[in-house]
């Protein structure tokens, strides 16, 4: 469930089991071991995780159900209250799944507040075009909405010189791009005493092909941090940035250290340097005293940014955050209000900037699998999902021009 990074966790956790001699399978009917790598950004996502553990214990009731990730990390034994939860492994200990089922014990986790170190796990296999290499850990901020931190710790980064093996390794195996993600990859080489840029130019240096970055907070993007980007042979022009708000009476409610007028401007910038970037964004609607009048505000500035594609979803009170303390809570209803009109703001941009790209020629990177129709499926540098009306070899990098859209697909075909 979740983020890019519990994405990653997943693999390396299914790696982990298969490795020592388990074997996965997709019919739960024929499983031993039901593994729940959980998000608690919202109660939401909790409900789903519980859902899906009873749907484990009644489709199979001799499973064994391991709920890990970031619940397991906050509520702790606590789960083992429940009679769908068999044993919890916190965020550290799920990467050595195996070893704690064998444990004999029924719950690890320890604090990871204390943790000071990036735990080094490497995947090494994946059955995706694309490999993803988690950079980073933890977060230093402490927004009044987010639980995360207390469930991933303090930022910890990863050595460069393990990333820069990593990315070898894979391109070394064929991957043509890799993902670079964590909770909060801006906040890399601030406790090893080095800069994400710096990062970036070593990236620049290796066999890839090509990158893509996961989200950053709009103040860890600088000037020199575009111009170097936008100079770059092997950066993917794929921007996401946690805005939040773009009131700024909520952002400070919220504790976001930056001003709506600032990543407006930014997202101009960006624009402006690069070839139809893709500017994604993060949007919470309904924080507590948020008025009828920020809300407006935050629809105003959202249509007329710069942004290709907003996420949004609907403040979710999370006990042990400030904003649970705070006054002004509104309704599920106003909330979910809320996030329709920002949803609806976000598939007009996406539609326009789709349209942008019709006749534009794009370096597409062809999907190992096709899609149900049997066409072969790429991704664009700039984050569209292409399909091919002409054949192309899996696992390349092709020419395509954009033909066009319809049905909510893009069309393209092969450039000779």
Same mark, same amino acid.
């Given at each position: 469930?979740?983020?890019?990074?519990?994405?990653?966790?997943?693999?390396? +956790?299914?790696?982990?089991? #298969?490795?020592?001699?388990?074997?996965?399978? $997709?019919?739960?009917?024929?499983? @031993?071991?039901?593994?729940?790598?959980?998000?608690?950004?919202? =109660?939401?996502?909790?409900?789903?995780?519980?859902?899906?553990?009873?749907?484990?214990?009644?489709?199979?009731?001799?499973?064994?159900?391991?709920?890990?990730?970031? &619940?397991?990390?906050?509520?702790?034994?606590?789960?083992?209250? /429940?009679?769908?939860?068999?044993?919890?492994?916190?965020?550290?200990?799920?990467?050595?799944?195996?070893?704690?089922?064998?444990?004999?014990?029924?719950?690890?986790?320890?604090?990871?507040?204390? =943790?000071?170190?990036?735990? %080094?796990?490497?995947?090494?296999?994946?059955?995706?075009?694309?490999? !993803?290499?988690?950079?980073? @850990?933890?977060?230093?901020?402490?927004?009044?909405?987010? &639980?995360?931190?207390?469930?991933?710790?303090?930022?910890?980064?990863?050595?460069?010189?393990? +990333?820069?093996?990593?990315?070898?390794?894979?391109?070394?195996?064929?991957?043509?791009?890799?993902?670079?993600?964590? +909770?909060? #990859?801006?906040?890399?080489?601030?406790?090893?005493? !080095?800069?994400?840029?710096?990062?970036?130019?070593?990236?620049?240096?290796?066999?890839?092909?090509?990158?893509?970055?996961?989200?950053?907070?709009?103040?860890?993007?600088?000037?020199?941090?575009?111009?170097?980007?936008?100079?770059?042979?092997?950066?993917?022009?794929?921007?996401?940035?946690?805005?939040?708000?773009?009131?700024?009476?909520?952002?400070?409610?919220?504790?976001?250290?930056?001003?709506?007028?600032?990543?407006? %401007? $930014?997202?101009?910038? &960006?624009?402006?340097?690069? /070839?139809?970037?893709?500017?994604?964004?993060?949007? +919470?609607?309904?924080?507590?005293?948020?008025?009828?009048?920020?809300?407006?505000?935050?629809?105003?500035?959202? %249509?007329?940014?710069?942004?290709?594609? #907003?996420?949004?979803?609907?403040?979710?009170?999370?006990?042990?955050?400030?904003?649970?303390?705070?006054?002004?809570?509104?309704?599920?209803?106003?909330?979910?209000?809320?996030?329709?009109?920002?949803?609806?703001?976000?598939?007009?941009?996406?539609?326009?900037?789709?349209?942008? /790209?019709?006749?534009?020629?794009?370096?597409?990177?062809?999907?190992?699998?096709?899609?149900?129709?049997?066409?072969?499926?790429?991704?664009?540098? /700039?984050?569209?999902?292409?399909?091919?009306? !002409?054949?192309?070899?899996?696992?390349?990098?092709?020419?395509?021009?954009?033909?066009?859209?319809?049905?909510?697909?893009?069309?393209?075909?092969?450039? %000779?």
């Amino acid at each position: 469930m979740g983020c890019k990074s519990n994405q990653f966790e997943g693999a390396v +956790i299914a790696e982990n089991l #298969i490795n020592n001699g388990m074997e996965q399978t $997709q019919r739960l009917e024929e499983a @031993d071991v039901f593994v729940l790598n959980s998000c608690t950004v919202t =109660r939401k996502s909790d409900n789903e995780a519980f859902y899906l553990l009873r749907n484990a214990k009644n489709k199979n009731p001799g499973v064994v159900n391991v709920l890990t990730g970031c &619940i397991a990390q906050i509520e702790k034994e606590k789960l083992l209250d /429940n009679d769908f939860v068999d044993y919890v492994a916190g965020n550290d200990e799920k990467l050595r799944l195996y070893d704690f089922l064998n444990s004999g014990l029924k719950c690890s986790a320890g604090n990871i507040a204390e =943790r000071n170190n990036f735990n %080094e796990t490497v995947l090494c296999g994946t059955a995706k075009t694309r490999a !993803s290499i988690k950079i980073q @850990d933890g977060c230093d901020n402490r927004c009044s909405y987010c &639980i995360i931190p207390f469930a991933r710790g303090k930022s910890r980064s990863a050595n460069a010189g393990f +990333i820069l093996k990593q990315v070898n390794n894979f391109a070394a195996s064929g991957f043509k791009e890799v993902v670079f993600t964590g +909770i909060h #990859i801006g906040q890399w080489g601030k406790d090893i005493g !080095s800069e994400f840029l710096d990062l970036l130019k070593l990236v620049e240096t290796t066999a890839v092909e090509r990158y893509r970055l996961g989200s950053l907070n709009p103040l860890e993007i600088s000037g020199e941090m575009l111009e170097f980007l936008a100079g770059s042979a092997k950066f993917c022009p794929h921007f996401h940035l946690s805005l939040q708000s773009a009131c700024n009476r909520t952002l400070q409610s919220m504790n976001r250290h930056y001003r709506v007028e600032d990543y407006l %401007e $930014q997202i101009e910038k &960006i624009n402006e340097m690069f /070839n139809l970037p893709f500017i994604g964004s993060d949007i +919470i609607t309904g924080f507590a005293g948020e008025s009828e009048e920020d809300f407006e505000i935050t629809r105003q500035n959202l %249509e007329r940014s710069g942004l290709t594609q #907003i996420h949004t979803f609907p403040y979710s009170v999370r006990e042990g955050t400030v904003g649970a303390q705070m006054p002004g809570r509104l309704s599920d209803k106003v909330k979910e209000q809320r996030a329709k009109v920002v949803r609806a703001i976000s598939a007009r941009k996406h539609e326009e900037f789709i349209k942008k /790209n019709i006749g534009a020629v794009h370096e597409v990177l062809i999907e190992k699998r096709p899609d149900k129709s049997g066409s072969l499926r790429g991704m664009t540098r /700039n984050y569209l999902a292409v399909v091919l009306n !002409s054949g192309g070899e899996a696992n390349t990098l092709q020419r395509v021009k954009i033909a066009g859209y319809e049905n909510g697909k893009i069309y393209g075909g092969r450039v %000779e």
